[in-house]
């Protein structure tokens, strides 16, 4: 064929857009120094009631002291794993389950009462009856994260496999793929934008599971420090474990930001 | 004329509101090795249909299919398909969606990226190999899809409306490449399309179809040079064609 009717490569570099006088960011952190500051004062000369709302040095310094004798990192991993490891067995369970409802629709058909059934129950509601059956160990934290995570998992799987392009699934049978070779090939990738779009909402709820399970009781832990805390009035020491669990959910989003923007950079 | 591919009776007939709607009635067709057979007829006349049967895509109510005397049951190596929207998979490169229409036929790695690399060289997409679809324009698309199905040496390249979905400009142009492109490579081509000129332009031999349910009407044979580039749309021979089918296609039989 001609290459003349296909564009060309390269070209002239676009002009780089003008950078505004003051960047976004630095005016949302000087509106985060007012903040803290108006907070700081109202604290020091008894506007607001220490008792309940401290203020910000006082909780910088609870912080530092957590951060530097390794208290923060005994109980970041101590929610950390038993969130991951119900978080990565729930995403690839129920993207399976998921999926292959979707595809195999006599498979779909079976499961799908039990799945509608299991999904409306309140998660956080099982906990107790976790708690009866595993005790305070591990397992009860991972299985309520587990079971909380599996079905926005499963929905979006379900609902992915559903949808995949009857154009693709065409053009992969006219070039001789089997249908078992058709669901990896076609109906996985294809359903990759819904699967993650279960992941997000499953990754979020998972860590309001894991801090609600730890008010329960338990021996250590983000949410079990938080509730500790709380009940004996140490304020500074509440927050600083606030902005810590915070935090580390927020690490938690960017790092599935940044994979679904990896993953889904073809759509 | 060999028997290179046969139709046989083929009726076809689809669910429709508590009825059925017959959108294929005692088709049979013959196809040459070699040859480019093009059919012309409205939207609804069941000539994507026939080509979905002659894929192996659908199964015929009655009647036959064989290439080559082998009875066409299921999709096959020996045919490939060109689509209308081109069907691309959007996760995969120019290279990796050519390479997946090869991963079937068991090749060595080696033996798929030559002929890909072949394929992408013969449709004027080299240097394009890593673009993504999403990057490319609806006519380079349809190249990559052309360039998928080349690279699986088919004995017949079925096409469906293979330039419905590109403008009018890259259209014309793309036509002249395919057929630039079959005659090189020696593909016999079936192609489908609602466009007449499209049908007289790349066809040895037209078919016009009727609607609803379709039947083959006529059999009209090209006498236009087989090598032909733009300057034969001009031809009176090609007009009177044109205006020929056009004709056919408002009458109802």
């Known amino acids: 064929m001609a290459a003349s009717a296909v564009q060309e490569l390269g070209g002239d570099q676009p002009p780089t857009p003008r950078k505004p006088l003051i960047q976004p960011g630095v005016i949302s952190f000087l509106i985060l120094v007012v903040i803290l500051g108006g907070w700081e004062l109202a604290g020091r000369f008894d506007l607001i009631n220490p008792f309940f709302f401290s203020w910000p040095s006082a909780i910088a310094k609870a912080a530092w002291v957590m951060l530097m004798n390794g208290q923060l990192f005994v109980d970041l991993w101590f929610t950390g794993y038993a969130y991951l490891i119900g978080v990565i067995a729930a995403c690839i369970f129920g993207s399976a389950l998921g999926l292959a409802m979707g595809w195999w629709k006599t498979f779909g058909q079976i499961v799908d009462p039990y799945v509608v059934f299991f999904s409306a129950m309140p998660r956080i509601a099982l906990y107790p009856v976790l708690l009866m059956l595993f005790g305070l160990g591990d397992m009860s934290r991972i299985m309520i994260v587990f079971i909380g995570v599996l079905f926005p998992v499963l929905f979006n799987a379900y609902v992915g496999a559903k949808q995949t392009p009857r154009l693709l699934i065409d053009v992969a049978r006219v070039f001789g793929y089997s249908n078992n070779k058709l669901f990896l090939s076609i109906v996985l990738p294809s359903s990759l934008p819904y699967l993650m779009a279960g992941f997000r909402t499953g990754i979020t709820l998972g860590m309001v599971l894991i801090v609600v399970a730890e008010f329960f009781g338990g021996s250590s832990g983000l949410g079990r420090e938080i509730a500790i805390t709380a009940t004996m009035y140490k304020t500074p020491e509440m927050y600083a474990w606030l902005i810590y669990t915070s935090l580390a959910a927020l690490i938690i989003v960017r790092a599935t930001d940044y994979l679904e923007r990896r993953a889904l950079a073809w759509t | ?253």
């Not at chain 2, 959108?23 to 249909?49: C, F, H, M, P, Y």
């Open chain 2, 1 to 253: 004329m060999n028997d290179f591919l046969t139709i046989d009776k083929i009726h076809k007939s689809f669910p429709a509101r508590e009825s059925y709607l017959k959108v294929l009635d005692g088709i049979t067709l013959r196809q040459g090795e070699g040859e480019v057979v093009a059919i012309v007829g409205a939207s609804g006349s069941g000539k994507t249909t026939l080509l979905r049967i002659v894929a192996g895509l659908e199964q015929p109510d009655t009647g036959a299919v064989a290439l080559r005397g082998k009875p066409v049951t299921g999709p096959g190596p020996e045919r490939a398909m060109v689509f209308q929207q081109f069907g691309l998979l959007p996760w995969l490169n120019v290279l990796d969606n050519i390479l997946f229409g090869l991963r079937p036929a068991g090749l060595t790695k080696d033996e798929a990226e030559e002929r890909t690399h072949d394929a992408i060289a013969r449709v004027g997409l080299t240097g394009f190999e890593k673009f993504m679809p999403k990057e490319l324009s609806g006519g380079m698309q349809q190249r990559v899809g052309i360039a998928r199905a080349l690279a699986v040496r088919p004995a017949l390249m079925l096409c469906d409306e293979p330039f419905a979905s590109v403008d009018t400009l890259t259209r014309q142009t793309m036509q002249t490449d395919l057929q630039k492109v079959v005659r090189e490579t020696a593909t016999s081509v079936l192609l489908v399309t609602h466009d007449i000129e499209e049908a007289i332009f790349l066809g040895d031999r037209v078919i016009v179809f009727s609607s609803r349910p379709g039947r083959v009407m006529e059999e009209i044979p090209i006498t236009l040079p087989k090598t032909r580039d733009h300057s034969v749309r001009t031809l009176s021979e090609f007009q009177e064609l044109r205006e020929h089918i056009w004709q056919r296609l408002q009458s109802k039989n």
